[in-house]
């Protein structure tokens, strides 16, 4: 009986390491939902530790530009979210999730060993400045380019890593028992404690390290901690629970584009039961995707489900390079609806990357000084960013919600949109922020005579930086769980996997945009007035702020053309008449 399938010995959807099916009792659970957030944990930690402090490695070490680290920042960032596509894809075709963690952890490890290395070894660093000297001697193409091996790799592993970590902790629940299914929501509140726990780490003990006893010791804990997270994945092997294979959604969505294209010359049925669909679809031991309705939008793609006049109803032999049901079809349509408010949301990463890029520079040049002896790393500002999230959230949660809740007449308070839109005023504020006490560090620089010089300290207390920090960590808040909670409601049941592609590829063209932005400004503002020279103090930072601010505010309007287009799925089908099946609890981070 169905009922009582839950309680079997063994899951029907689950295997072990060796290919039997999973035993319930000896399998999955928190055993193994505990190696695996041991292993975020320390992924977290290691990834943050190399990037919230990047910058000034390579400022000081280095001997870069400001522009160039502050690119090199946001290109190995950037990069590293658009591995995560990479990872899905090979995880959900080829290699399933739990190789594909193991292997790209190994490899994340091998970049930061290359990174620690290249730091404790005189001969991959350029000479220390000598003092008086009008420049410093920049790193050599060789340092470089051991350099950028080691962050790539590092990116490399860290985008396999991301890509599969959550899904497979839930894997280790049975969301058909509703024993496992609670503990299945009680692992995702674990997971974002992890994560929240290892960035606060790297962002004060490991900084302060790096700061204090130099980058080879930071960097070699971060080098440990990623291998013992991966020794702590392979030890519970022999407890996880794998699931098949299931496939691409990119997979899906190219297949309806050339399935489309193929049939560009023939005409649409007037009526659409002619049209392909899953009830002609027999799949023995699978349940059928849930029938969608066909919508009047992007026609063009309903040629893809068009049957070939040969093809016998009784006996179909699908090639989904062919031939796509309408059903998979009107699934590539929902994601089609929801790039405009996706494209929307890459502006907030983009103002996000200048958080640890342009602001840590500019604490490097501020009063940092607790009490007479105690110097808060600049790079530790970061606390601030990762405090104001922990703080915004349980906020929105008490106060927001049932203000909202009393207004708007919604019972989850702000809707995923609203609470987007509120993310992106809130980093539009964070740009005015920025470029005002950017103004007053520069009025400061003049007036104590320091302007000439690139290292002075100025007498000015770096805790003005506070309000950018904090208004964008909030807005990340905001943001962050606005588009998760859109892109998981948002997307088909059968393609939910395609909600981190659509998150992850928001931050990654954001920090890409930022490296684009800055070379642009860079190149414009030439040496005679640059915005962003090498010299804070004498540059006009402010400026780039200010361009951030209007870009933002311009964005913030599109935004709010695409929202009040968009169409919930939940409605729209409503109107149909059909109502949507449940679907499965999903976390990503």
């Not at 350099?147 to 490399?156: F, P, V």
């Not at 990463?349 to 600049?378: C, E, K, L």
């Not at 395609?498 to 590829?505: A, Q």
């Not at 053309?561 to 099946?581: N, P, Q, S």
Request: aromatic share 10%; glycine share 8%.
């Amino acid at each position: 009986m169905a009922l009582s399938q839950p309680q079997g010995k063994t899951l029907p959807d689950a295997w072990d390491y060796s290919g039997r099916p999973a035993l319930r009792s000896s399998t999955g659970g928190w055993a193994s939902a505990a190696m695996i957030l041991g292993t975020e944990a320390c992924e977290r930690l290691t990834t943050l530790g190399i990037a919230v402090n990047l910058v000034t490695y390579l400022t000081a070490t280095m001997h870069l530009g400001n522009a160039s680290s502050a690119n090199t920042v946001t290109n190995f960032l950037g990069t590293s979210f658009l591995l995560c596509l990479l990872g899905g894809f090979i995880a959900d075709t080829f290699l399933g999730r739990y190789l594909t963690i193991a292997i790209f952890v190994a490899v994340q490890a091998t970049g930061v060993t290359i990174l620690t290395i290249s730091t404790a070894i005189p001969s991959l660093r350029p000479p220390k400045c000598t003092p008086g000297a009008p420049t410093c001697v920049p790193a050599s193409a060789l340092q470089l380019s051991v350099l950028y091996i080691a962050l790539y790799l590092t990116a490399l592993g860290t985008g396999g890593l991301k890509s599969s970590v959550s899904g497979l902790g839930s894997d280790q629940f049975d969301d058909s028992d509703p024993k496992e299914k609670t503990q299945m929501t009680k692992f995702f509140n674990w997971f974002f404690f992890f994560i929240s726990f290892g960035s606060l780490a790297a962002v004060t003990v490991l900084v302060y390290i790096q700061d204090n006893l130099g980058r080879q010791w930071g960097y070699g804990i971060c080098a440990c901690a990623i291998v013992i997270g991966l020794a702590v994945f392979l030890a519970g092997t022999k407890r996880y629970r794998i699931k098949k294979l299931v496939g691409s959604p990119l997979t899906q969505i190219a297949s309806v584009f050339i399935g489309a294209w193929r049939k560009r010359h023939s005409d649409l049925p007037s009526d659409p039961s002619l049209l392909f669909d899953v009830d002609d679809v027999q799949i023995e031991g699978h349940k059928k995707k849930q029938r969608l309705p066909r919508s009047k939008q992007f026609r063009f793609l309903d040629k893809a489900a068009i049957k070939d006049p040969k093809m016998s109803s009784d006996n179909i032999v699908i090639n989904k390079w062919h031939i796509s049901t309408l059903t998979d079809v009107e699934e590539v349509k929902l994601v089609i609806r929801m790039l405009p408010i996706w494209a929307t949301t890459i502006m907030f990463w983009t103002v996000y990357a200048q958080m640890t890029t342009f602001s840590v520079s500019q604490a490097t040049t501020m009063d940092r000084h607790i009490g007479n002896s105690f110097q808060i790393p600049a790079a530790s500002l970061t606390v601030f960013f990762v405090g104001s999230i922990l703080l915004t959230v349980p906020v929105y949660d008490r106060a927001v919600v049932p203000i909202a809740k009393r207004i708007l007449k919604n019972h989850h308070g702000l809707t995923p949109l609203q609470r987007i839109g509120v993310g992106l005023i809130m980093s539009t504020l964070a740009m005015v922020a920025a470029a005002l006490t950017e103004i007053k560090r520069l009025h400061m620089a003049q007036s104590q005579g320091v302007v000439d010089n690139p290292t002075a300290v100025i007498h000015l207390s770096v805790f003005w930086l506070i309000p950018q920090f904090f208004l964008v960590g909030s807005g990340e808040a905001f943001t962050y769980i606005g588009q998760l909670d859109f892109f998981l409601r948002e997307c088909p049941k059968g393609m939910k996997t395609m909600s981190t592609g659509l998150f992850l590829s928001t931050l990654s063209l954001g920090f890409f945009f930022s490296s684009i932005l800055v070379t642009i400004v860079h190149k414009v503002t030439g040496d005679r007035r640059p915005w962003l020279a090498d010299n804070l103090n004498k540059g006009r930072l402010y400026n780039f702020y200010w361009l951030l601010a209007i870009l933002s505010g311009l964005n913030f309007v599109v935004f709010l053309v695409g929202a009040k287009w968009y169409v919930y799925k939940e409605k729209r089908l409503a109107e149909e008449g059909i109502e949507l099946e449940e679907g499965e609890t999903i976390c990503h981070a």
